[in-house]
């Protein structure tokens, strides 16, 4: 009975019950029509899933993955420079402190802040920036411990001289730089340079001269001509180069690029020839006497309407102000730089889409036919002269001319003047276009097509001026303008004299063309 009650209690241990025996076949069920169909979908399609219970079963926690590759790209944006290693920090402020435990009650002033730019490891010329930033737009002295906060901030967050002074002269907490950003710089140079120091007196034109460097910063390193200089604009310029020489070379006119009196003082004296009625305005009726009526009336009224020039007196009154006149006079005389290309092709360029088509050169080559015609000169037809042209520049797309094709085109100077500088047009036809390029091509240093206009322009102003009449026949000299600016290149001891300015003319509207809100972009 044992033996037979024992095989009853296996018997029922290995029989399932009715409700686990009905669940067991329709998993076995589910798991036949898996194994048989070919297609998953239609397993699932309006079915619920089982969920298996794993009460009891341990499972190994997954940790959740790294992104792909993020540890294997660098940082690419860095607007504050690239850290180019440790610097010694604690070092540099000893150094700091030390400056300033010359001065009574460890406090600099204005004076004093050229010794400490040098503790700081600056140029000279740096020490207005760093004496503002650190407080001394309200006071007259700064303390040591708030100049060293300012300066240990400056060491950890920007790692290259391009962010520092970027970083020092903001006046706005912004990667960039506007123009009245500039002027305190600016006013500390002119007060303590050697070389302008006769622009310190009264009634001279100091502030005029701020201006014109100010555009002349602009011109060349804002190749964005958004109006705000960059730290990446900054780097790729020599601005900075410039401004650590400033301390080692008393000639001002040696640093033709951004600082020299004697160009400033060419461009105010052309300025003011077309200004006729003294307002410091320029009309289309007074920009067209420049050079003698050389440059055509279409291209004129191009200046004028917008795509070069910002603000709303140009949309509405037609009138440029001295800040414009800046960039039109450098770009007239020298056709050759980045911003010069760009700003005539912005002219000829009618209907804004990046290309010079044919229909838009001869919109300008007609009216040089008729100059031409008035002056009893016989011009080729239009067509025989765009395939001159196509020769030249050698546009990737044929018929179409980019400014990308104009900028690899050694000769742009002749392109454009035979579109709409008469006067030019004729020297360059004097000339073989092999002649031309030698002289693009000639060894040793060279001047730009700008600095060879005032060199000449400015011995001319001083010539006039000694004699006390309008100049009239040509200066004798023993060397050439442009001869003279090559042998002051070659030897460092060479100087140039100065040209007194006359009396002041008024007031100066320094924000007349900075970048606001009531300016508008250029088209």
Known sequence: MAAAAEGRSAHSRAQPREGEAMENDSTLGRMAAVANTENMEDVFKGEKIL???TEGVQTKPQEPLPPAGSHSVPAFYLPRGRPQGAVDVDAVIARIKET??????????MEDMGRVAKACGCPLY????LFYRAGGVCMDSVSVNRFVHMWRNVLHTCHDDAARFVHLLSTHGGNYLVQEDFFPFLQDVLKTHPGLAFLNQPYTFSNWYIMTVIQRIFYTVNRSWSGRITCAELRRSTFLQNVALLEEEPDINRFTEFFSYEHFHVIFCKFRELDTDHDMLIDPRDLARHNDHAISTKMIKRVFSGAVTRGRKVQKERKIGYADFVWFLISEEDKKTPTSIEYWFRCMDLDGDGVLSMFELE??????????????????????YFCQMLDLVKPQREGKITLHDLKRCKLTNVFFDTFFNIKKYLDHEQKEQASLLRENESDGPQLSDWEKYAAEEYDILVAEEAAGEPWEGGYEAELSPVDQKLSALRSPLAQRPFFEAPSALGPLDLYEYESGGDDLPPS
């Open 126 to 129: 740096w020490k207005a920036p």
């Open 100 to 109: 300033f435990s010359q001065f009574p009650l460890r406090r600099a002033t």
């Open 51 to 53: 969920e298996v219970k």
């Open 363 to 384: 919109y300008f080559y007609k009216e040089q036919c008729q100059r031409l015609d008035s002056m009893a000169i016989e011009a080729l037809p239009f067509k025989d």
